[in-house]
């Protein structure tokens, strides 16, 4: 990347950190990116699910045709960095680096513009709502597939404890689904004094949060990796009260939809039977969150070999373990041939290293050049210009 190009990738990046925006509201950020992409060339498409933006730029006569993407959204958490680019929005801030994803992103078509090296369709694809998981449906229910269609879709997450720069990606699985739920038990309030007249539900509710326990260490085969977690515990009693209702939220975490299935009704049965046990009511909701991001194992083979000539043999990992968090691009993968990767983005605090959703977290600016010669390497593998002989 040349030094003009990462002068302003940088600039970019820092001037996106600063005006984060949430779900379904990224209306300056949507409208930056088109900006740019219109300079570069691209034709440009708005208000796809919503906030979406698709930048498409076509090189010679080849058929084929490949999408990169990022994501416009930030997270609803008040900046504390003390950074001149910091944001500017309160109580919105750029703590999972999408804002490094969007830099990366709009370099790549930048270089790919600038340089060419290439035969076919470039759809660059900004996804609103990431963090809540609704905005990759948005898009294809907006049928972005079908007004801008692609062969294979790439995408990249930076993660925090691994190295700046490397790349690591697999075939198969490689992000988790997540799934919610929500158990609320009414029983019998009333005087603590008097507990023989109560059905008391903070009894049934420990009883049934024990239980789940049980579900992936009795229920799920051990080849096949799950989480269950119970996060919260909500009850309308007071110090002297037993309450008559208790609230138990959660999420689960798997890999497998028959999996997926198994904790539902797993968690369904044990609270129930809990429940009608004690003489308490007890109702369950599962909710579908994220979807497993299951990368294409042709498009996982090229992301490997891609980010070897980009970035070098010793920072790629290609048979990278899964991780058990989500990513909306899951969502996208079930619809088009894709591989999501990972890039380092520093292991050391304040240099990288600090937690994806901390209040002081920041995208590594060095790490930005190797995305973009990763997706710039890509495109090349994808769209490689036809050689023919002589006629």
């Not at 750029?94 to 513009?113: K, R, S, T």
């Not at 901390?358 to 090349?380: I, M, Q, T």
Request: charged content about 20%.
């Amino acid at each position: 990347m040349s030094e003009d190009l990462n002068t302003r990738v940088r600039r970019w990046r820092r001037e996106l950190h600063g005006i984060p925006e949430t779900a379904f509201e990224e209306h300056a950020t949507a409208a930056y990116v088109a900006a740019v992409l219109e300079e570069l060339g691209f034709a440009v498409a708005r208000g796809i699910g919503g906030t979406g933006v698709v930048g498409s730029l076509t090189r010679g006569k080849a058929g084929r045709a490949v999408g990169l993407r990022a994501e416009l959204d930030a997270l609803p958490i008040d900046e504390v960095s003390g950074r001149a680019h910091g944001s500017r929005h309160a109580g919105r801030m750029h703590a999972c680096g999408h804002d490094g994803h969007m830099a990366m992103v709009l370099g790549a078509a930048a270089e790919l513009a600038a340089n060419g090296g290439w035969d076919g369709a470039l759809r660059v694809i900004f996804q609103p709502a990431e963090e809540p998981g609704r905005g990759a449906q948005a898009m294809v229910d907006d049928g972005v597939f079908e007004r801008f269609p692609v062969d294979a879709l790439y995408g990249l997450h930076n993660l925090p404890g691994m190295p700046p720069g490397h790349l690591h990606t697999r075939a198969g699985a490689i992000m988790a689904s997540e799934d919610n739920f929500e158990i609320v038990v009414v029983g019998r309030g009333g005087h603590a004094a008097s507990p023989h007249l109560v059905i008391d539900p903070l009894v049934v509710g420990a009883e049934i949060v024990l239980a789940l326990q049980t579900v992936v260490a009795r229920n799920v085969d051990p080849l096949k990796p799950a989480v269950l977690s119970c996060t919260e515990f909500h009850t309308d009693g007071a110090r002297n009260a037993i309450p008559g209702q208790v609230r138990i939220t959660g999420d689960t975490r798997s890999f497998d939809p028959e999996v997926q299935r198994l904790l539902e009704r797993r968690i369904r049965e044990l609270s129930e039977g809990i429940a009608a046990a004690h003489g308490a009511m007890c109702t369950v909701t599962y909710t579908h969150e994220f979807a497993p991001t299951i990368n294409d194992e042709r498009c996982a083979r090229v992301a490997g070999e891609a980010a070897v000539t980009a970035l070098g043999a010793d920072r790629v990992d290609a048979e990278c373990a899964p991780i058990m968090p989500s990513e909306d691009f899951g969502v996208f993968a079930r619809y088009v041939p894709a591989c999501f990767s990972f890039i380092g983005n520093g292991t050391v605090e304040g240099e990288g290293g600090t937690p994806l959703h901390s209040r002081s977290y920041d995208a590594n600016d060095d790490v930005l050049a190797a995305g973009v010669a990763f997706y710039g390497a890509v495109v090349r593998a994808e769209l490689a210009p036809l050689v023919t002989g002589p006629e």
